[in-house]
């Protein structure tokens, strides 16, 4: 990253810095040309081919071997993935059970009531998550179809103990079919889609995997899919639909063109370029990249005297840490210091302690890139920009 | 375009060839630094001025000033866009009319049936387009919620003559809202939103304006937001709720950050370069030059001895031209030739005419850039290709 200096780095919790690679691939033709980049078709057969590897690669990604398993890549964000499972998975009426964190995990759950679901939502303190009592208490006293956890909250930084979770619902209640909100985990927290017995995983294009933002990416289970054809009332949605989607991804990956609606060849080629580097390491490697990452960050973080939002190191994400100000230090206050030292971390975005808060993110190329010094930079700009502040640890 | 040569020319109906410039934005420092592209924050002050100036360019693409006019730019395609009116603007019930002249306008209908709507359709013969006497005996049988027309039908080439459909609308049911699907037509053919009196005309960023894959573009009417602000029952939907977005795209537009669901930067730029070199003519000679394509390439296909799928001249779309094969041609027989010959072209799309013809798309850069021969060599190409299959005009 020979040229960083010429911008400041992008820090906050997504979109995240991008490597030059995959950038460039949004130029089908930068191979030959650097500079200049061309168009292709949807159903050219070079772009089919790449749709489908990139499809195939995020089975390895999400740890997924059964091949019942069904990866979707569709233009979009994270949240149309609330819209796949909400209108998709839940009939109108149906009981969801949704655990949050914070800001995403309640927005999943007004997702889910705009279909028509029967919400009941636990949330964890401010800092905090559900505890496993809570959650086997509800589970006890009713169905639910589906239960949702959002696996890292991008406003909190909490991260959710997913194993846990999915070993509570299938000792209470297995045929409740468990979603994970991935947006902020996948990529950089561990997630064993298969070993874990998930049903759907959503995640988007610019957070950890490191790619440019304007993609949905989820993996369904076949019980999952299953549960969506045999529905008893029709999904009242058309470009959310997972059964108009489906064949579409089947064909893309067994290298077949195939048309719902327009994909997106330069995003589809810098995802596979995103996903092909994130898969060139053991994952495992890349999971533990991130927790060192995170643990200086916490260090230092404690060692300057300040708090982070996720009060119990358990429940720290690794990918990002939301971190207290001082009492005399406000985010308006401090982020144009960072941002003087060529660091962007982001505001607090949580409805109670949304103004006492900032976000860094540490996560993809800025850990993973031996070349980049993101995260020491970083902190050395924290250190300078409260000191400016007139904070003394 | 100096390294045209080392790419085929894609004139498909969309994705469309790009302009260097515009694939170039998608690298924020690119001015700096041509080949190194970089990451921005959604809510960083230069992408919001960028996005908020891209709205305002939009009012002047659909040719609205009035200010109750809404642009919405959100992570999708053109098919979010049917969604988009279908769960916003109509209740479930309520009744809808569909004009169609091809797979577009079909799939339309799906879109509105999806959620619940009352569809009743006019299909016009294969290569017409319903008649005006057919819809006015319509809208006077029964009051529609909304009225839908394909103003290009991308399967077939038919062009809907939507001036003329908005004078019967506001003379025989006034109160109906009319919806233009301008996918294929946004930026090449004529579309005068506040003095035709358009209530929606959605599209996507791939067909004539000349951006990569990857977003929904719409433009609404202050009529049509008051009906989605007015509806008796919340709709259906969380993604594709217009009021969710509302408050977002007005925000952007006045420079303000605001979040729902993370927009897409670098699509985002691209957007605002395709937008700004379109208007940088005036839009009547953007027209003009892409009538003129078209009569050049009609008037090749029959110097050949071949008909255009759309059968009246009065019907023929002016950027791209569904074309019928002779009998001893299929679309597997010709369009490997003329890859061969530097060209790519689309298959048929339409059910009862699927392998009868093929489809060639002459808009955006390939028709506005003088120093691209992208028609005359497609033309070339298509004479030649039909002589490699044994066909003499």
Avoid at 332 to 348: E, Q, R, V, W, Y
Avoid at 354 to 369: A, N, Q, T
Wanted: hydrophobic residues 40%; aromatic residues 8%; charged residues 20%.
């Amino acid at each position: 990253m020979s040229s960083q200096a010429a911008h400041p780095t992008l820090l906050i919790p997504g979109p995240i810095e991008f490597d030059d690679a995959v950038l460039q691939s949004m130029g089908h033709y930068r191979q030959l040309l650097p500079v200049l980049v061309y168009s292709e078709s949807h159903v050219g057969p070079g772009f089919v081919a790449t749709f489908g590897d990139t499809l195939s690669k995020l089975r390895k990604l999400f740890q997924t071997t059964d091949p019942a398993s069904q990866p979707f890549v569709i233009n979009g964000s994270g949240t149309l993935g609330w819209d796949l499972v909400a209108a998709n998975l839940v009939e109108p009426g149906e009981n969801v059970l949704v655990l949050s964190s914070g800001y995403f995990g309640d927005a999943f759950a007004d997702c889910f009531s705009a279909y028509g679901a029967k919400v009941t939502k636990i949330t964890g303190a401010v800092g905090s998550r559900p505890q496993p009592d809570e959650i086997e208490k509800a589970l006890k006293e009713k169905k639910y179809k589906v239960i949702s956890a959002t696996h890292v909250d991008t406003s909190t930084g909490v991260l959710f103990d997913l194993k846990s979770l999915t070993a509570i619902v299938k000792r209470v209640s297995p045929e409740t079919l468990i979603i994970a909100d991935g947006v902020c985990s996948v990529a950089c927290e561990e997630i064993d889609f298969d070993a874990w017995g998930l049903d759907v995983v959503i995640t988007a294009s610019q957070k950890a995997i490191g790619c440019p933002t304007g993609l949905h990416i989820s993996m369904f289970s076949g019980r999952a899919i299953e549960v969506v054809k045999t529905r008893k009332t029709e999904p009242a949605v058309y470009f959310a639909s997972i059964k108009r989607w489906l064949p579409i991804m089947q064909n893309y990956e067994a290298k077949k063109p195939s048309y719902f609606s327009t994909p997106s060849p330069q995003l589809i080629r810098a995802l596979n370029t995103a996903v092909s580097q994130v898969l060139d390491r053991p994952l495992s490697e890349r999971f533990q990249r991130h927790i060192e990452a995170s643990d200086k960050v916490k260090k230092t973080v404690a060692d300057l005297g300040l708090k982070v939002v996720a009060s119990k190191p358990e429940d720290q994400a690794h990918a990002m840490t939301a971190i207290y100000l001082p009492d005399s230090v406000s985010p308006p206050d401090i982020l144009p210091k960072l941002l003087n030292k060529g660091i962007i971390f982001a505001g607090g975005l949580h409805k109670d302690i949304g103004s006492k808060y900032i976000r860094f993110g540490h996560m993809g190329p800025s850990v993973m890139d031996p070349k980049r010094r993101d995260v020491d930079n970083a902190l050395d700009a924290l250190k300078g920009a409260l000191a400016e502040c007139g904070y003394k640890a």
